[in-house]
């Protein structure tokens, strides 16, 4: 199969994507694959660095309020579009498939000019602005949760789950605890705010190190790759040194590896992660992130919490104190961790990749 794949901005898009790929060539070790991303978003160095052929599209947002940006946002739309259909015809792909993220709008809207079948992945239960474009003329749609169905066509979606989800349930490799100055064998909380990085949980984290030491457990703290400066300037400016049984680091590139092994995760209720951490029945700290579109990660966190899977505490609650509070008492009560991961198992969707790519194969002529 020849397959081109494209989403990008943030890790929620681009590990779906690179996840079906990754399991595709598994399958069928001579699938020819291309990867079309943004100039500026993550993917640029993480689809290299996974070994897929890699271009990179220019492309910028619409603002939601009238704005003469929004002629520059049509304009680079355009210029992509014709880009795109160049690296098309050059590379004849049987599918063209895209995982949200303006990126993936110019290059299946150039494949869907073309005659070439596409599929989209949503992740969300909200509809991302350019896969609901694209929905107008695409072949088949994945998504994740029920509620995105209603958004589309009848008959053309089909929930498949989100295809990083079975990547971190087959976590096939080791994770050398050591390289992060921590032990294998110890019970471990990771925190991270998302692909990204989050500020405030960030700062409630730096607030609350001190407190991890001497604990039973150790504590992988990822701050984000652009906000790690930050973090360390304010452990300088308050004095904070992290015990022997915190790791302070600023991305992790290998999650796959890392998360089926640690005992608790906290973090922002993006759709991905929320896929990864069900498949595998985590018990999960959830701090949604306000500023997203119709506040979903809020909505994402609270089916989660109301299901028992999940502790949620509001960004505006949130504080050193109440984040290590909540960490601490359920890094203590492993019976209560064990219930929660069982209602977190019951929502995961540990084959998702292989339900996508069955959708993707249905619509190759
Ligand atoms: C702020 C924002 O707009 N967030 C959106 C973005 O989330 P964002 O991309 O931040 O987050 P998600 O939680 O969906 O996905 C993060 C992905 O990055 C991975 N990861 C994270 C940190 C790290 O150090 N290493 C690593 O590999 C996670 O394992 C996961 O696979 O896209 C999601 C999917 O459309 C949306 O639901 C989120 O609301």
Do not use: C
């Amino acid at each position: 199969m020849r397959i081109i794949v494209s989403g990008g901005g943030t890790g929620g898009h681009i590990y779906p994507a690179l996840a079906t790929v990754q399991r595709l060539k598994a399958l069928e070790p001579d699938t020819e694959v291309l990867y079309i991303g943004s100039e500026r978003g993550l993917e640029g160095s993480i689809v290299p660095k996974a070994g897929f052929k890699f271009k990179s599209l220019k492309v910028q947002g619409f603002h939601r309020s009238l704005s003469l940006d929004n002629f520059k946002t049509i304009y680079l739309f355009l210029k992509a579009t014709r880009e795109a259909k160049k690296y098309l015809v050059a590379f004849k792909p049987d599918v063209v498939v895209g995982t949200g993220g303006y990126v993936s709008g110019p290059v299946l809207y150039a494949a869907q000019q073309m005659g070439i079948p596409t599929v989209i992945h949503e992740q969300n239960s909200v509809v991302g602005v350019t896969n609901k474009f694209l929905a107008r003329k695409v072949t088949k749609v994945g998504v994740a949760f029920p509620a995105a169905l209603p958004a589309f066509k009848a008959n053309l979606a089909t929930i498949v789950g989100n295809p990083r989800a079975q990547e971190v349930v087959d976590g096939q490799g080791s994770f050398d605890w050591e390289k992060l100055g921590l032990v294998p064998d110890k019970p471990s909380v990771l925190v991270f705010g998302g692909s990204q990085g989050a500020i405030k949980i960030n700062a409630s984290m730096v607030e609350a190190l001190p407190n991890f030491a001497d604990k039973p457990y150790q504590v992988i703290f990822v701050t984000g790759s652009k906000r790690f400066d930050d973090v360390q300037q304010e452990m300088r400016t308050k004095n904070i040194v992290p015990a022997d049984n915190v790791a302070v680091v600023p991305y992790i590139s290998n999650m796959p590896q890392l998360m089926p092994r640690v005992s608790l995760v906290v973090g922002r209720a993006g759709a991905t992660s929320l896929a990864e951490q069900t498949a595998l029945g985590k018990p999960m700290i959830l701090i949604p992130s306000p500023y997203v579109t119709n506040d979903h990660q809020t909505k994402n966190a609270r089916s989660l919490a109301n299901a028992g899977a999940a502790e949620m505490i509001t960004e505006e609650s949130l504080s050193g104190t109440t984040l290590f509070g909540t960490i601490d008492q359920l890094m203590t009560d492993e019976k209560q961790r064990q219930l929660m991961a069982e209602a977190a198992m019951k929502m995961g969707v540990p084959d998702a990749a292989d339900q996508f790519i069955a959708l993707i194969k249905s619509v190759i002529k």
